[in-house]
């Protein structure tokens, strides 16, 4: 009896969480870095992903993966520094978001505005991060245009800088997310 009991608590709370399925063909992280002479754009590719969150409580779960070996910014040279030097990507190849709160409502239809709480594992080390996003659901498809800054250098990460180019010790990052979304019944 105390078995079924806590089964049955178990799938009440299943129940009441809303589950965000990532669709990694359909998503990309965006990275801008400022540098005295010019702004450096680039991107990485998002892995998988899926983010439960209960739209009554705030609470979240779940992770989100990027694809460190992924980045590119358009240039063979920079990249290949970004990998070996800064990312270190190959002894690092995935970049993490594990969410612990939303704040805000995420509205069934439309756009709504949140902040999501979390941990941000970047180079072998986590890092609590709160990120703002603006979230458009229709139907049961889910886009979440997510933006946050990663303090790279405060982080243990070497700054690219050389003696004529200076380079932002932080960078933006721009997540586009779409997937499908299922709401508590």
């Known amino acids: 009896m105390k078995k079924f009991c806590f089964l049955t608590m178990l799938a009440c709370a299943a129940q009441a969480q809303a589950i965000f399925n990532i669709d990694a063909s359909q998503s990309k992280a965006v990275f801008t870095l400022p540098d005295v002479i010019h702004t450096v754009h680039g991107s990485f590719k998002v892995k998988h992903g899926s983010i439960q969150f209960d739209p009554s409580t705030g609470s979240a779960s779940g992770e989100m993966v990027v ?37 805000g409502t995420v509205s069934a239809s439309g756009e709504s505005k949140i902040e999501i709480e979390g941990t941000f594992t970047v180079h072998g080390a986590s890092h609590p991060l709160t990120a703002s996003a603006v979230i458009t659901t229709s139907g049961d498809r889910l886009q979440a245009k997510v933006h946050f800054v990663v303090p790279y250098v405060a982080w243990g990460m070497k700054n690219p800088s050389t003696l004529f180019l200076r380079c932002a010790e932080s960078v933006e990052i721009d997540l586009d997310a779409s997937g499908h979304i299922t709401w508590p019944s």
């Open 67 to 103: 694809d460190a070996t992924s980045g590119e910014s358009g240039s063979g040279a920079r990249d290949k520094r970004m990998h070996q030097s800064i990312l270190e990507s190959q002894k690092f190849p995935e970049i993490t978001f594990v969410p612990s709160r939303v704040r």
